[in-house]
T-cell receptor, first 112, second 113 residues
Framework: QQQVKQSPQSLIVQKGGISIINCAYENTAFDYFPWYQQFPGKGPALLIAIRPDVSEKKEGRFTISFNKSAKQFSLHIMDSQPGDSATYFCAASIANTDKLIFGTGTRLQVFP | DAGVTQSPTHLIKTRGQQVTLRCSPKSGHDTVSWYQQALGQGPQFIFQ???????QRGNFPDRFSGHQFPNYSSELNVNALLLGDSALYLC???FGAGANVLTFGAGSRLTVL
């Protein structure tokens, strides 16, 4: 019940295309859902996050869609760029804790 | 403004040895969490320190221990190293325990031979 399932494992997108990564969870106590971006040799960097009181959050080219009833959330990267090539992790945590449960990651490659 | 700094960057140990990893949190942060990231996997929570005490712990054996100092920096100690302890160890800092918003360092890559 503590797992966060992430798909796909890898994703190849043409420059300018839309990248979509999906995550699902079971624990209804989760109330914070961040996405992290990790480049090789670097630590994860917070990209965007959402709480379950909203269904969508947009920051620039990055959008989180959240479906509370389905216990699913997804990351959409619009107008994908080669510089977006990285590994993306979804995560979830319970209120007042910093114990993030991470998905297994999606390796995104954007080709020009 | 320095972010989270970790040392050493890379290290190699043999089975049975002990290792100490160090972390300095981002300026203004007072809480430190440690994560283990195996190759090709997502980070896994080890434990969190706040006010010099272990506040939360993940599913890791007692061989993993830590400490937080009055200046908020932290150490992760792993005893009796196993081959399976080979991983990237990430330190993350935040302001106030339970704030959720974590800033990660680049990690310490541990290889156990």
């Amino acid at each position: 019940q503590q797992q966060v399932k992430q798909s796909p494992q890898s994703l190849i997108v043409q420059k300018g295309g839309i990248s979509i990564i999906n995550c699902a969870y079971e624990n209804t106590a989760f109330d914070y859902f961040p996405w992290y971006q990790q480049f090789p040799g670097k630590g994860p960097a917070l990209l965007i996050a959402i709480r379950p009181d909203v269904s969508e959050k947009k920051e620039g080219r990055f959008t989180i869609s959240f479906n509370k009833s389905a216990k699913q959330f997804s990351l959409h990267i619009m107008d994908s760029q080669p510089g977006d090539s990285a590994t993306y992790f979804c995560a979830a945590s319970i209120a007042n804790t910093d114990k993030l449960i991470f998905g297994t990651g999606t390796r995104l490659q954007v080709f020009p | 403004d320095a972010g989270v700094t970790q040392s050493p960057t890379h290290l190699i140990k043999t089975r049975g040895q002990q290792v100490t990893l160090r972390c300095s949190p981002k300026s203004g942060h007072d809480t430190v969490s440690w994560y283990q990231q195996a190759l090709g996997q997502g980070p896994q929570f080890i434990f969190q320190y706040y006010e010099e005490e272990e506040r939360q712990r993940g599913n890791f054996p007692d061989r993993f221990s830590g400490h937080q100092f009055p200046n908020y920096s932290s150490e992760l100690n792993v005893n009796a190293l196993l081959l399976g302890d080979s991983a990237l160890y990430l330190c993350a800092s935040s302001f106030g325990a339970g704030a959720n918003v974590l800033t990660f360092g680049a990690g310490s890559r541990l290889t156990v031979l």
